[in-house]
């Protein structure tokens, strides 16, 4: 299947502090890239959707100027997490579509472990 | 009640095992239906994939649906070690991927 690579693995950082988390699509051009979030032992949340070169569509109860997804190219989509609390402590995982976001065709990123100190 | 319902587990067996896992739902529209296998500490990866009811099989994998009870079910055949893993449903009314609906997942432990 195709590869997409996310990075960092992990990260830890103060809060307050801003991190940025990359999700790319190494062997196909992704024109959708969508970004969850997942707690322990629950399912994957769907956090936004993002189409190359258009601004993110975000779901409901997720902070648009909390969590900055910039889709710039056809292969990177990134998340950055701004002023990050411990709350905002998870498991980020990003997945891409080459086929405008069909369920078929949708391959996950290996996720980023954020910890907010 | 959540649209879709799995058991957490954990569920543990032995080598060779035939697994069974399965997801509930509510939501009649779903068309779409998906099983995805998580490793600790990475990203989902599909498994099984079925439009409307039926069996698929995939090598040891048999993903059935049966929409008139609202329930889809995963086997594993001659369960390995190396199945050991999260298993986690998905489904949707459309193929679109941003109407996927994830189930919680199902910790799995193949002993050898």
């Known amino acids: 299947g195709a590869v997409v690579s996310q990075h960092p693995s992990w990260v830890i950082c103060k809060s307050g502090t801003s991190v940025k988390i990359e999700c790319r699509s190494l062997?196909?051009?992704?024109?959708?890239m969508f970004w969850y979030r997942q707690f322990p032992k629950q399912s994957l949340m769907l956090m936004a959707t993002?189409?190359?070169?258009?601004?993110?569509?975000?779901e409901q109860g997720v902070e648009k100027d909390k969590f900055l997804i910039n889709h710039a190219s056809l292969t990177l989509s990134t998340l950055t997490v701004t002023s990050a609390h411990p709350e905002d402590s998870s498991f980020y995982i990003c997945?891409?579509?080459?086929?405008?976001?069909?369920?078929?065709?949708?391959?996950f990123g290996e996720g980023s472990r954020l910890t907010v100190l | 009640q959540k649209e879709v319902e799995q058991d957490p587990g954990p569920l543990s067996v032995p080598e060779g095992a035939i697994v069974s896992l399965n997801c509930t739902y509510s939501?009649?529209?779903?068309?779409?239906f998906m099983w995805y296998r998580q490793y600790s500490r990475k990203g989902p990866e599909l498994l099984m994939y079925?439009?409307?009811?039926g069996n698929k099989e995939d090598g040891r994998f048999t993903a059935q649906v049966d929409k008139s009870s609202k329930y889809i079910s995963l086997f594993i055949r001659d369960s390995q070690p190396s199945d050991s893993a999260t298993y986690l449903c998905?489904?949707?009314?459309?193929?679109?991927?941003?109407?996927?609906?994830f189930g919680s997942g199902t910790q799995l432990t193949v002993l050898p």
């Open positions: 997945s891409a579509s080459g086929a405008g976001g069909y369920t078929g065709e949708l391959f």
């Open positions: 062997d196909f051009q992704a024109t959708t």
């Open positions: 993002s189409n190359e070169g258009s601004k993110a569509t975000y």
């Open positions: 939501n009649s529209a779903f068309q779409y």
């Open positions: 079925t439009y409307s009811s």
């Open positions: 998905a489904m949707s009314h459309s193929g679109s991927a941003r109407q996927l609906t």
